[in-house]
């Protein structure tokens, strides 16, 4: 079967929510912006990660790409050398919504999860090692 060729791949998140999306994501996680318009932002991590942000109803995008996120079924992860170290600096950044607390699972992970202007959680991890 015939493959699609891919080099770059980052998830594009539609909100009206884009500039407290940047400055959440460059505040909080360091992420530089990358093109910025009134209608669109690309963000990106010195790691290589990439997310872009979009406002919905755009006239030049296609009908069904006109609503916004909707708060559900999608959960960004970021891998993380010492997640309890993190989650005590996540306790002290002014406005970051913590929404699950530091646990230490079961299977070995350690993690917590903090909710971006969109509505995306962001599940910051530890693997087991």
């Known amino acids: 079967m015939p493959r699609i060729e891919t080099t770059v791949q980052y998830p594009v998140v539609i909100t009206p929510e884009i500039e407290k999306c940047r400055d959440f994501y460059v505040g909080y996680f360091g992420f530089e912006i990358v093109f910025e318009a009134d209608w669109y932002i690309q963000l990106k991590h010195a790691n290589g990660n990439e997310l872009g942000f979009?406002?919905?109803?755009?006239?030049?995008?296609?009908?069904?790409?006109?609503?916004?996120?909707?708060?559900?079924?999608?959960?960004?992860?970021?891998?993380?050398?010492?997640?309890?170290?993190?989650?005590?600096?996540?306790?002290?950044?002014?406005?970051?919504?913590?929404?699950?607390?530091?646990?230490?699972?079961?299977?070995?992970?350690?993690?917590?999860?903090?909710?971006?202007?969109?509505?995306?959680?962001?599940?910051?991890?530890?693997?087991?090692?």
Do not use: C
């Open 54 to 129: 979009m406002r919905p109803d755009l006239p030049n995008q296609p009908e069904f790409l006109h609503g916004a996120y909707g708060g559900r079924g999608i959960i960004v992860t970021y891998d993380v050398a010492d997640a309890r170290g993190e989650y005590e600096k996540a306790q002290q950044m002014e406005g970051l919504k913590i929404r699950f607390p530091y646990t230490e699972e079961e299977w070995g992970q350690k993690h917590f999860i903090v909710e971006d202007p969109a509505g995306i959680f962001v599940d910051i991890v530890e693997q087991p090692s």
